[in-house]
């Protein structure tokens, strides 16, 4: 995903030759640079962000390209004028983990508020396989 369509039709060593930013909290390769390594050169990360959200804005007001997943994102996307293309190579799904203090345990608020968020994402990952 960037502001620019120059990533489109590119296969993984090209993909790899963009300028791109990498959602994780610190500078260690993930996922996507183990699958674009694999059949080609490293891709060159210039920069990191620790949310999808924050990757949004930074991909938008510069020249890199960056990847999210569609099922968080699409909204945000779309009203940032983002233009997507499918990745060049397979990566593992995404696994998607919520956390919390043990004193939060016994908040019935917090646990309906869990309830939701497991139910949303759960209807959409249902969405997204039919």
């Given amino acids: 995903m960037g502001r620019h369509d120059g990533a489109h039709g590119r296969d993984a060593d090209g993909a790899a030759e963009l300028p791109g930013g990498a959602v994780q909290p610190g500078a260690e390769p993930g996922p996507l640079d183990e699958a674009l390594a694999a059949p080609g050169p490293a891709r060159r990360v210039v920069g990191s962000v620790?949310?999808?959200g924050a990757a949004l804005p930074a991909v938008?007001?510069?020249d890199i390209v960056g990847m999210t997943p569609d099922l968080l994102t699409r909204g945000l996307v779309e009203a940032l004028g983002l233009v997507t293309?499918?990745?060049p190579v397979e990566l593992p799904d995404l696994?998607?983990?919520q956390a919390r203090h043990p004193r939060n345990d016994a908040d019935p608020a917090r646990a309906w508020l869990r309830?939701?968020?497991r139910g949303v994402l759960t209807r959409l990952g249902d969405l997204r396989d039919v």
């Fill in 95 to 97: 696994t998607l983990s």
């Fill in 50 to 52: 620790p949310t999808f």
């Fill in 115 to 117: 309830e939701r968020v």
């Fill in 85 to 87: 293309f499918p990745l």
């Fill in 60 to 62: 938008r007001e510069t």
